[in-house]
């Protein structure tokens, strides 16, 4: 969180102007490159010191906070819900324990003129793994190899960003993250970049369970979605339509949301940690390629996975670089209006010691570029 106070408070007229307002009645839908160029030479660059809990949190603060400036302030700007609406009956993780909220009866306060109304989560209950929500860099670890399935787990060997050990980070089975937990987790207000694999990759059909998005797949997108110049930039929240938004469905009665997905190569997983980019959000529950039957173990994880490492896009992002994941993010909307481009706003909850947080990520960006 410190990486805030590093930059010199500044009165918002200054960041409007760092941000180009001249530019808000031209017909440009994406923030100045001069802006972008300026934010990026001013963001601090890493590397990250031994023992760092942010990772790529580090370059939120006031550089980004100028690219979201320009695209707050112009005159068509819209702004999208990227979250799902929570409810008893949406599609549920089958890593979680049940998601069903009951609601209490009207109440009130004896001798008062009061009346009041509340809810509360069934026991087992995780919030922070259902629906939109974003992994913390505490969420994954790493062995130093495969575990052969033969208790005990071996959770003393694990490893996470940071070069954190398992000691250092939860000593016991029933501690919260000591490191690095959400509540480690910044604010993230910054600039994003939306591809539409489903419209450019698979002909404006949603991608199938355990296809992948390689990295020449996002090179193509960026250059047919008009985005060379700007490209990813350092500190961008990055969110990719795969299209299988379009299975989350409430009720949930098919219940096949949550049982596969299409999701990032391993190179293309580099790629984005080459970019640092600073979270990478999709349409899906997993991020990585999850084809049909890997969950139950009938099947082989997407070609070009690792050995040993079946989600190896959640491995790669956030134990080595650092990058957080939106997972379900929903995208419809706004690649439907084709903004590309917007301000995006990320705000875990800041829960002591957890795993991850339920989010409500929202864009406000120029429709129709």
């Given at each position: ?87 008893n009956t949406m599609p549920k993780s089958p890593f979680s324990g049940p998601y069903i909220q009951n609601y209490k009866p009207t109440g009130g ?49 694990a490893r996470y960003y940071g070069g954190h050990t398992q000691e250092a980070v939860k000593p016991t089975a029933d501690s919260p993250l000591l ?158 209006d084709k903004v590309w481009t917007s301000c995006t706003m990320v705000l875990p909850l800041r829960e002591k010691g957890g795993a991850g947080s ?12």
């Amino acid at each position: 969180m410190q990486v805030i106070t590093r930059f010199p408070r500044r009165p918002i007229a200054v960041l409007l102007a760092i941000a180009g307002l001249a530019f808000a009645s031209s017909a440009f839908s994406m923030e100045p490159i001069s802006v972008l160029n300026q934010s990026v030479k001013r963001m601090p660059k890493g590397p990250w010191p031994k023992g760092d809990e942010l990772g790529m949190g580090n370059t939120q603060g006031l550089p980004t906070w100028a690219r979201c400036a320009w695209h707050l302030t112009q005159a068509t700007s819209k702004s999208y819900e990227l979250s799902y609406l929570r409810s008893n009956t949406m599609p549920k993780s089958p890593f979680s324990g049940p998601y069903i909220q009951n609601y209490k009866p009207t109440g009130g306060i004896p001798f008062s003129a009061h009346a009041f109304n509340g809810e509360e989560l069934e026991a087992g209950a995780e919030p922070a793994s259902q629906a939109t929500q974003m992994d913390a860099l505490g969420h994954f670890a790493y062995l130093p190899e495969p575990w052969k399935a033969e208790p005990p787990f071996p959770a003393e060997k694990a490893r996470y960003y940071g070069g954190h050990t398992q000691e250092a980070v939860k000593p016991t089975a029933d501690s919260p993250l000591l490191k690095p937990g959400i509540e480690k987790a910044p604010p993230i207000i910054t600039s994003a970049v939306l591809l539409d694999a489903k419209t450019i990759l698979n002909g404006g059909k949603p991608m199938e369970a355990g296809q992948v998005i390689t990295r020449a797949d996002i090179e193509r997108m960026i250059q047919e979605q008009g985005l060379v110049q700007r490209g990813i930039a350092a500190g961008d929240v990055v969110y990719i339509r795969t299209g299988w938004g379009e299975r989350w469905q409430d009720p949930d009665t098919d219940k096949v949301y949550y049982s596969k997905a299409p999701g990032l190569s391993y190179d293309a997983a580099q790629y984005l940690g080459e970019r640092r980019a600073v979270a990478v959000g999709l349409d899906t529950p997993f991020i990585d390629p999850v084809p049909e039957g890997l969950l139950q173990g009938k099947a082989q994880p997407a070609e070009g996975t690792p050995p040993g490492f079946p989600f190896a896009v959640h491995h790669y992002l956030i134990t080595q670089a650092g990058i957080h994941h939106i997972e379900n993010a929903n995208l419809d909307a706004m690649a439907n209006d084709k903004v590309w481009t917007s301000c995006t706003m990320v705000l875990p909850l800041r829960e002591k010691g957890g795993a991850g947080s339920a989010v409500r990520p929202v864009a406000i960006g120029v429709p129709g570029q």
